[in-house]
């Protein structure tokens, strides 16, 4: 999973990565070597601290080298320049809803004991499988270890968070017995399937079919279970919706905090006063998340978020990855069985436009 609206800088932000790399150009193979790099260094004694081998540790850090290319994609991530009709064509495409309905099909049994243990819908953990990495086809291209480290050692505001994610994907890798040099990821370290940093990963990751190992690189079963506990752990809702359309003004009305990915935080009394009003009616006034989808230049979609979008947006921190994952879902689910038919909780009918 990549979080990419916790990094969200803007053009300050890449100016000040583009100044990074002036001073970094010189960098090559073995820069993060431990016997010269103090912070490498500090890192190895830290692992230590935590019973991880130092040798082991500043042999693995030595292989790290600097790129400057993942530091360049954190600072233009799709979530932060792309309308929601832009984003929402990456992934609403009908191949990977295809492609959604076969990978259910061929891993039937894991999908059906996910929903009973985790109480997540097939269609919501196949849809952030297919966002993340269309179902495991397009896992990443960045060794994991010189990402890691780049974004520990080089990034301009948050190198402390990656450094607990470097430290993190060298326990897990020692732990396995993987070369931490030989796992390819995203440029900011997710990693498999389900694309998961690592500290997600240590912390979220179940072996789901018993041998013994929590493998989210090559195995499917592994990473169907570890999404449905990691939405089950952030507060999943079993059969619960996930929101709800409405009807609104043509551009989004002043003083509505629109599309906060935070916990359902705005009254149906309020946006209704403000003229966003739901079509379906929700009885005790619950609190939802508003959100404003802008699909061309002039024209907007509303919706209201409930708290399982909200766990959706703890995968990845942009409404638009929830809705895409949302959609994707419910095409999925359409495409799986006749709207008659359908038992799916949660997943509302497939929309066809934008």
Do not use: C
Request: proline share 5%.
């Amino acid at each position: 999973m990549m979080p990419a609206g916790r990094w969200s800088k803007g053009v300050a932000g890449g100016a000040m990565i583009v100044a990074l790399w002036g001073s970094s150009t010189a960098l090559g193979a073995g820069e993060y070597d431990p016997a010269t790099h103090a912070d490498a260094q500090a890192l190895v004694e830290e692992l230590g601290e935590g019973g991880l081998a130092r040798d082991w540790a500043a042999s693995a850090l030595r292989e790290a080298t600097f790129r400057p290319g993942v530091l360049e994609a954190m600072a233009g991530a799709a979530e932060r320049r792309l309308r929601w009709d832009e984003y929402r064509a990456i992934f609403l495409t009908p191949e990977r809803i295809t492609q959604g309905v076969a990978f259910i099909e061929a891993h039937a049994e894991a999908f059906a004991r996910a929903e009973e243990v985790f109480g997540v819908s097939s269609q919501v953990i196949a849809a952030i499988i297919g966002v993340e990495t269309a179902y495991g086809r397009y896992t990443g291209r960045h060794r994991v270890l010189d990402s890691l480290s780049t974004l520990a050692f080089e990034h301009p505001s948050r190198g402390r968070f990656f450094r607990g994610e470097l430290a993190a994907f060298l326990e897990i890798t020692h732990e396995q017995g993987v070369a931490p040099g030989s796992l390819d990821g995203s440029y900011a370290g997710a990693m498999g399937y389900p694309q998961f940093i690592p500290t997600s990963y240590r912390a979220y990751a179940v072996d789901f079919d018993g041998d013994g190992i929590r493998d989210l690189w090559t195995n499917p079963v592994d990473a169907i279970g570890s999404v449905g506990n990691y939405l089950a752990e952030h507060g999943w809702q079993r059969g619960a919706p996930i929101y709800h359309e409405a009807e609104g003004p043509n551009t989004p009305p002043e003083g509505i905090a629109f599309n906060r990915t935070a916990r359902p935080y705005a009254s149906l009394a309020t946006l209704d006063e403000a003229g966003v009003v739901s079509r379906a009616a929700l009885g005790a006034d619950p609190a939802v998340i508003p959100l404003a989808l802008e699909v061309s230049e002039t024209e907007w979609r509303y919706r209201l978020g409930r708290e399982n979008f909200y766990v959706i947006t703890r995968y990845n921190h942009s409404h638009l990855y929830a809705m895409a994952v949302t959609e994707l879902a419910e095409a999925i689910a359409a495409r799986r069985a006749p709207a008659s038919d359908r038992s799916e909780a949660g997943v509302a009918e497939p929309k066809e436009d934008a």
